[in-house]
């Protein structure tokens, strides 16, 4: 629900006047993002892949167990950390590069502006690294390094390039004496197989030292055998899946030594002891089932606080139902500034959580909107999970689930779609079919069937439970203005007459008989690869 925040440390300001006022002084933010991790560090119980600058921070500050991104694609996720929107509410429905060509709605604002508008300039704004929102109006950033400047390889993946420009920002905010909110955006561990093959399907062995690789003078390369590793149950049970596990590893754990370099650069600039440090992904790995999904893995995101304030809390962890969209109010809160007026956006401050653990309550939720990832991806998706269950409601439901390029050449879904063409056996708990095709409505009990197979929608026993989740979401639909909240069986109508009180108008599909799907057989009218 869109809320109007006033913060705690800004009324005290308030009551107590400007002059010689006793509170706090504003933490500066240093916001760490990956890009398509998952819960592959030791913090979060992976035994295999190593990460000891991740776990060390873990140790430091609070690690979150329900946290969730509200969106499963790049920018729209990355515009939901900066806008404290949905996507359906920010505009950005899908990519912003290329012929995707998404952007925010023109009278959106994000946290850069804000905080310069808000603070008079007195808060220094900074990104480096991928960035992947636009327009470049609505997203304007004090200091930019980003793949506007570079390419997105040296800025994204070399971590001796993000260590020079940090040392650079921070250099500048201590100078001018000026608090500071911090992106780094990570290019690791995004798949870029689909188009440069030669460095390795997660650019593994870009920069690795190998033959004809070019070296990160930063890095050192942790080689990960395949054979060694065991299979998440999500995914399938198979030699390439381990091959490509070992890959995502290396790059996690190039991405780990890149946090441990920025958290040395914070502590030599003496700005440690005032920054608040946060690290988490913009969605799910890019596997079947995760990224581009409303599916556990496509939206549960690692996330890691970790607060300089020694009455926080710290080496401890958190079951709070956490949202990515609750970043952006954290950043104004620990910067103690307001939103502008009438700004809408719907998350909370963690702020709080920090010093203490909620109680637990039953209306905690969170929610998810998937609109396109491609731009060819016309399946939206929205979504309400509490601590129990899971409701997700497919509104393009008639199409089959869409698939995007780099995922489709990756070798896991080959092995997937050439074992499903040729009849042979996967040791995979989903079939290709169920894959694509997807009811109407999809209700789990995510405590008993954590891998979402038994979908309970048409269950009696859960009859009140759907009831319930549908008005709940819905109700969120129609607080964040979603222009998707009457599909897909009715048109919303919200102006002329009906701008007062908008309604959803039906399109009479209650009426009609529909024919079965149809199942493609003529395969040899397409090329594999």
Same mark, same amino acid.
């Not at 309400?384 to 995922?407: A, G, M």
């Given at each position: ?32 993002? *990956? $890009? ?21 921070? *873990? ?30 509410? %920010? ?14 709605? !023109?009278?959106?604002?994000?946290? !850069? ?107 050192? !390369? ?30 996690? %754990? ?168 040729? &009849?042979? *056996? ?36 859960? &009859?009140?439970?759907? &009831? ?10 129609? $607080? ?19 701008? $007062? ?13 529909? !024919? ?14």
């Amino acid at each position: 629900m869109y809320v109007n925040i006033l913060y705690p440390s800004l009324l005290l300001l308030l009551l107590l006047g400007s002059g010689n006022c006793a509170a706090e002084s504003p933490q500066n933010v240093l916001l760490l993002l *990956a $890009d398509d991790a998952g819960f592959e560090m030791g913090a979060y119980l992976n035994k295999y892949c190593q990460t000891p600058n991740l776990d060390a921070l *873990a140790k430091q500050g609070l690690l979150f167990n329900n946290a969730f991104s509200s969106v499963s694609s790049c920018s729209p996720s990355r515009a939901q950390l900066l806008t404290g929107q949905a996507s359906h509410a %920010s505009g950005m429905y899908g990519l912003h590069q290329g012929v995707h060509n998404f952007n925010v709605l !023109p009278e959106i604002n994000s946290l !850069p502006n804000v905080l310069r508008e808000q603070s008079n300039g007195r808060v220094l704004s900074g990104i480096i690294g991928k960035k992947h929102v636009g327009s470049a109006a609505n997203f304007r950033f004090d200091y930019e390094q980003t793949e506007e400047q570079h390419s997105i390889n040296q800025i994204g993946r070399n971590i001796t390039n993000i260590k020079h420009y940090a040392r650079e920002f921070l250099a500048q905010a201590k100078r001018e004496q000026r608090p500071f909110f911090l992106l780094v955006g990570f290019h690791d561990p995004h798949r870029c197989g689909h188009i440069t093959p030669q460095f390795g399907e997660f650019c593994e062995r870009w920069g690795s030292g190998e033959l004809g690789m070019g070296s990160i003078p930063d890095w050192k !390369p942790i080689y990960y055998d395949w054979r060694n590793l065991q299979v998440p149950a999500w995914l399938p049970d198979t030699d390439i899946v381990r091959q490509e596990l070992a890959a995502q590893y290396m790059t996690i %754990s190039r991405l780990d030594q890149g946090v441990g370099l920025l958290l040395r650069e914070l502590q030599s600039a003496g700005l440690a002891e005032s920054t608040l440090v946060i690290y988490t992904s913009d969605n799910g790995p890019p596997f079947p089932g995760g990224r581009t999904n409303l599916y556990e893995h496509g939206i549960r995101s690692p996330l890691i606080i970790s607060s300089p304030k020694s009455t926080d809390r710290h080496h401890e962890t958190s079951a709070a139902m956490t949202s990515l969209l609750d970043i952006y109010p954290s950043v104004l809160d620990a910067l103690q500034l307001p939103p502008p007026n009438a700004t809408r956006i719907s998350g909370k401050s963690l702020l709080p959580v920090l010093q203490a653990e909620p109680a637990p309550q039953e209306q905690d939720a969170v929610y998810g909107s998937q609109n396109y990832h491609e731009v060819t991806m016309t399946y939206p998706m929205r979504m309400v999970r509490n601590r129990r269950y899971k409701l997700i409601h497919n509104l393009n439901y008639w199409s089959d689930f869409p698939i995007d390029q780099d995922f489709y050449t990756s070798p896991t879904f080959q092995q997937i779609l050439n074992a499903t063409i040729n &009849k042979q *056996a996967l040791p995979w708990y989903r079939t290709l079919l169920q894959y694509y095709q997807r009811p109407e409505w999809e209700l789990y009990d995510i405590k008993a069937d954590a891998l979402e197979r038994v979908n309970l929608v048409d269950k009696s026993k859960y &009859k009140d439970t759907l &009831k319930q989740l549908r008005q709940q979401l819905f109700k969120w639909q129609v $607080d964040t203005a979603d222009p998707w909240r009457c599909a897909p069986h009715a048109v919303l109508q919200s102006q002329g007459v009906f701008k $007062d009180a908008p309604v959803c108008l039906t399109l009479g599909h209650e009426a009609l008989q529909r !024919p079965k799907r149809k199942v493609l057989t003529q395969y040899e009218a397409y090329e594999l690869i």
